[in-house]
């Protein structure tokens, strides 16, 4: 799937059409980008942003989708400390 186009349509809302990258299949899709919630605060907060701080579980899932999501890169040669 690639993002063909998108446009903001809110401060927190975005439309993107969407198609996928196979010329045969054709297939295409309208989807909605939604901002619902703060994970951290910013350093350069926007006075006219105001959403509600995700509470501390699901922070706490975030996080651990993005850590799974690392596990799945190829190794590029690169060594973690232990």
């Not at 703060?38 to 350093?43: F, K, L, T, V, Y």
């Not at 926007?46 to 579980?57: E, S, W």
Request: proline share 6%.
């Amino acid at each position: 799937m690639r993002i063909r186009t998108s446009e903001g349509t809110h401060i927190f809302l975005r439309v993107a059409y969407l198609q996928c990258t196979n010329e045969a299949c054709g297939w295409s899709v309208r989807a909605e980008f939604e901002m619902t919630h703060e994970m951290s605060p910013s350093g350069m907060a926007n006075p006219t942003v105001k959403l509600p701080l995700a509470d501390t579980a699901l922070r706490r899932e975030a996080m651990k989708q993005a850590s799974d999501q690392l596990e799945l890169l190829p190794n590029q040669g690169l060594e973690t400390a232990p």
